[in-house]
């Protein structure tokens, strides 16, 4: 067994901001396992939630240092890597666990969600797309561009704004309008999400709440900061949820199995990004354990490229509200492979992931790991 761990830059046609920053180019890694003629291919990066964060380098040299072979390891048997891949920290995982599942499932000559009894007519589902914060023509001309690349009708506005809940409010009600607009214009059924990127507190989202239920907010996502410590975190979502009246999603707060069962009574969905889960075996348990618990799923994403938003879509058939946008908004995505009808994504058709990367980007040299 050979592992390959490459880096490659993904560039943003438009640079996003949300509360904590903006972002107009990353470097992700692409994680190759070579076994017996056949490879498996996976995506990782660095990325933060505010609360903990991680570096891409700091990632492949994670990757880097595994052991050679790792340990004998047989592909064919995924089980088999769970200690090895517990010892990683959740983006190494990612990028592993995706490529050792890629493997798995070509080995098998079936895409990944048909081995797991997933059903793919049930997962075609409109992605929301991203506006995020700015100016309101800024935020307004970037809906515009969305809608000449595609028919969105999920929209997700970025607010938490540096510049106040006068700022939000303005946006809220410019967007609000836009969608109204379009609505008598094209007949087009509109639904506009929020996701404050834990830029409120409990306070100024009360205050904001009139405002969201004037606009039609079909749901709010993490309006708190996440807090280290698990109980305050918890306590937060616990004193709002009473008096939000549209699904409240926790995302920066989630980020595994245990998140998940802390947060259940207190929330109405989570956000399932691989990168945070530590990838796709962990993403398939929360998914289902969600659902059991009777939340709701989003699938998320960071600056991701195709792969790992491939990846996150074998999980469609279970989820509600996907959120996989960010290929859709880059100049250099070098995969091919995840299916997107207007703005309907369904899981990929190909064997393993079902996604490729195109020839042209693998021209650099890969450090390799055997
Ligand atoms: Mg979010």
Request: charged residues 20%.
């Amino acid at each position: 067994m050979l592992i390959r761990i490459r880096p490659f830059r993904l560039t943003k046609a438009v640079p996003l901001a949300i509360s904590r920053g903006t972002t107009s180019a990353v470097t992700h890694l692409e994680v190759r396992l070579d076994h017996e003629g056949l490879v498996g291919i996976g995506e990782t990066g660095g990325f933060e939630t505010g609360h903990r964060g991680y570096e891409t380098d700091a990632v492949a040299a994670e990757l880097k240092a595994l052991p050679p072979d790792l340990g004998g390891l047989d592909p064919r048997m995924p089980q088999a890597f769970e200690s090895l891949l517990a010892g990683l920290s959740p983006p190494a995982r990612c990028g592993l666990d995706l490529a050792l599942l890629d493997w798995w499932a070509r080995w098998l000559n079936r895409p990944l969600w048909q081995l797991w009894g997933l059903q793919s007519e049930t997962g075609q589902l409109a992605t929301s797309v991203t506006l995020g914060l700015g100016t309101v023509g800024a935020v307004l001309s970037r809906l515009e561009r969305w809608w000449t690349q595609l028919p969105a009708s999920r929209i997700k506005l970025k607010l938490g704004s540096s510049d106040g809940p006068g700022h939000d409010r303005l946006l809220l009600h410019a967007v609000a309008g836009a969608l109204e607009r379009r609505r008598e214009e094209h007949g087009q059924p509109l639904e506009l999400q929020v996701d404050a990127n834990g830029g409120w507190t409990v306070e100024s989202t009360l205050r904001l709440m009139p405002d969201l239920v004037r606009c039609g907010v079909s749901l709010l996502e993490q309006p708190l900061p996440p807090d280290p410590d698990p109980r305050h975190d918890s306590a937060g979502f616990a004193a709002l949820h009473p008096q939000c009246p549209m699904p409240l999603v926790a995302d920066e707060s989630c980020w595994d199995l245990e998140d998940l069962l802390r947060l259940a009574p207190h929330v109405d969905g989570i956000n399932i990004k691989l990168l945070k889960s530590g990838g796709l075996s962990e993403g398939l348990l929360m998914a289902r354990t969600a659902r059991r618990l009777g939340l709701s799923v989003m699938l998320g994403c960071y600056s991701d490229g195709g792969l790992l938003n491939g990846a996150a879509a074998q999980l469609l058939p279970l989820a509600r509200w996907p959120d996989l946008d960010s290929h859709l908004n880059l100049l250099d995505d070098p995969f091919r492979g995840l299916p997107l009808q207007g703005d309907r994504l369904s899981p990929p058709h190909g064997i393993g992931l079902g996604i490729t990367m195109d020839s042209r980007t693998r021209d650099e040299p890969a450090d390799a790991r055997s």
